[in-house]
């Protein structure tokens, strides 16, 4: 078990975080997870999602028992554990004691694109439904226990750049980086959550990281105050980020 890299790459909603997940399943040399909180996020906060009730009932709920599989043995022959998380799952109630065992990764992508994504399908976010507090929380926190700032990977120069900056987030982890990280054939996996029909559509289209392209749209008026919460805590990683 101390071989085992564990790779938590903790993203905010409406980024690239399961294509990230599709790019590293395609290394021989690894297994992932899909949002293994998600499950006690919906049962502690009584949010309603889409399919709330089934991601439940077939996941597990109990944050202590999803803590001990992320940080105990993994399949045989598999030398990495890549995790997908939310930052937001990472509720108060859960003890930071286990992510010290866990190698911590940041995917950001810029608010102002990010925003307009998430309002379409939550009208009344808050600053906390970004995951950008939790991420700058978890960020800091890991800085100061390794003595510097942790990998840091913008949605951005992913889509501008595959292989260069998924190149230099596997030299951080001390990693080769594999050709095959980006391509993927399409389709569903059975290591997708039972969330996938509502929120996957694109992905399982995908056969490989699209095209960035710039967004016109911006956040309404409305949500300027939120705006500018979110393009701070951004920024506060964006300066860390791999170049």
């Given at each position: 078990?101390?071989?085992?890299?564990?790779i938590?790459?903790?993203?905010?909603p409406?980024?690239?975080?399961?294509?990230?997940?599709?790019?590293?399943?395609?290394?021989?040399?690894t297994?992932?997870c899909?949002?293994p909180?998600?499950?006690?996020?919906?049962?502690?906060?009584?949010?309603?999602?889409?399919?709330?009730?089934?991601v439940?009932?077939?996941?597990?709920?109990?944050?202590?028992?999803?803590?001990?599989?992320?940080?105990?043995?993994?399949?045989?022959g598999?030398?990495?554990?890549?995790?997908k998380?939310?930052?937001h799952?990472l509720?108060p109630?859960?003890?930071?004691?286990?992510?010290?065992?866990?190698t911590?990764?940041?995917?950001?992508?810029?608010?102002r694109?990010?925003?307009?994504?998430?309002?379409?399908?939550?009208?009344r976010?808050?600053?906390a439904d970004t995951?950008?507090p939790q991420q700058?929380?978890?960020?800091?926190?890991?800085?100061?226990?390794i003595?510097?700032p942790?990998?840091?990977?913008?949605?951005?120069d992913?889509l501008?750049?595959p292989?260069?900056t998924?190149t230099?987030?596997?030299?951080r982890?001390?990693?080769?980086?594999?050709?095959r990280?980006l391509?993927?054939?399409?389709?569903?996996r059975?290591?997708?959550?039972?969330?996938?029909?509502?929120?996957y559509?694109a992905?399982?289209?995908?056969t490989?990281f699209e095209?960035?392209r710039?967004?016109?749209?911006?956040?309404?008026?409305e949500?300027?105050e939120?705006?500018?919460?979110?393009?701070?805590l951004?920024?506060?990683?964006?300066?860390h980020?791999?170049r």
């Amino acid at each position: 078990m101390e071989s085992i890299l564990r790779i938590a790459m903790w993203s905010g909603p409406r980024n690239i975080s399961t294509a990230m997940m599709r790019s590293f399943e395609q290394r021989p040399d690894t297994i992932v997870c899909d949002e293994p909180l998600y499950a006690h996020y919906l049962k502690s906060t009584g949010i309603e999602h889409p399919g709330r009730e089934e991601v439940i009932a077939r996941h597990e709920s109990d944050w202590r028992k999803v803590a001990a599989w992320l940080t105990g043995p993994i399949e045989p022959g598999r030398s990495i554990f890549y995790q997908k998380h939310m930052s937001h799952h990472l509720l108060p109630e859960i003890s930071r004691d286990w992510l010290a065992k866990l190698t911590h990764c940041f995917l950001i992508r810029d608010p102002r694109e990010m925003l307009v994504s998430l309002l379409r399908v939550t009208p009344r976010a808050r600053l906390a439904d970004t995951g950008l507090p939790q991420q700058s929380e978890l960020f800091e926190q890991t800085a100061d226990r390794i003595g510097g700032p942790p990998p840091v990977v913008d949605a951005r120069d992913v889509l501008l750049n595959p292989r260069q900056t998924l190149t230099r987030l596997c030299e951080r982890l001390g990693l080769t980086f594999d050709g095959r990280m980006l391509r993927w054939p399409p389709g569903p996996r059975k290591t997708d959550g039972v969330w996938a029909p509502h929120w996957y559509a694109a992905v399982e289209r995908s056969t490989g990281f699209e095209r960035y392209r710039e967004r016109d749209e911006r956040p309404g008026a409305e949500h300027a105050e939120l705006l500018a919460q979110c393009v701070e805590l951004y920024e506060r990683l964006h300066r860390h980020r791999l170049r």
